[in-house]
């Protein structure tokens, strides 16, 4: 028996061996992580309205911030706008950001709205 799900979200997440503490560096950090969320969607046709940043301190507190906007994120560059905006919220920062995740969510396209039934083989 196999079950298959509608996916909910796209993310992707790092942990840094060296905690960050200013925001050019956290920046740069998430280039990597928005253009992994990029990829996987631009190759399954997916696409997201709403982006989330999750950041996990050095004393392991987790935040998390998301933004919802109209239509769907159209480019890659959009996604990493919203997520840079998002990330300006939280500095400046007085614990160490120990994780950032960044996820795209409210999905539609092919992929995401697959109609999917639990299938069970004899």
Same mark, same amino acid.
């Given at each position: 028996?196999?079950?298959?799900?509608?996916?909910?979200?796209?993310?992707?997440?790092?942990?840094?061996?060296?905690?960050?503490?200013?925001?050019?560096?956290?920046?740069?950090?998430?280039?990597?992580?928005?253009?992994?969320?990029?990829?996987?969607?631009?190759?399954?046709?997916?696409? !997201?309205? *709403?982006?989330?940043?999750?950041?996990?301190? %050095?004393?392991?507190?987790?935040?998390?911030? /998301?933004? +919802? &906007?109209?239509?769907?994120?159209?480019?890659?560059?959009?996604?990493?706008?919203?997520?840079?905006?998002?990330?300006?919220?939280?500095?400046?920062?007085?614990?160490?950001?120990?994780?950032? !995740?960044? *996820?795209?969510?409210?999905?539609?396209?092919? %992929?995401?709205?697959?109609?999917?039934?639990? /299938?069970? +083989? &004899?």
């Amino acid at each position: 028996m196999r079950a298959d799900r509608v996916r909910k979200s796209v993310g992707a997440e790092d942990t840094f061996a060296a905690d960050i503490f200013d925001l050019e560096s956290a920046r740069k950090e998430l280039v990597p992580l928005v253009g992994k969320v990029w990829r996987y969607c631009a190759e399954r046709s997916i696409q !997201g309205r *709403t982006v989330t940043l999750k950041v996990k301190f %050095a004393n392991f507190q987790q935040i998390s911030r /998301s933004r +919802t &906007i109209g239509g769907v994120v159209a480019a890659e560059t959009e996604l990493a706008t919203v997520a840079g905006t998002l990330l300006d919220q939280v500095f400046p920062v007085i614990k160490g950001i120990r994780l950032l !995740g960044v *996820t795209l969510s409210n999905l539609s396209g092919s %992929a995401a709205e697959a109609d999917r039934q639990m /299938s069970l +083989t &004899i």
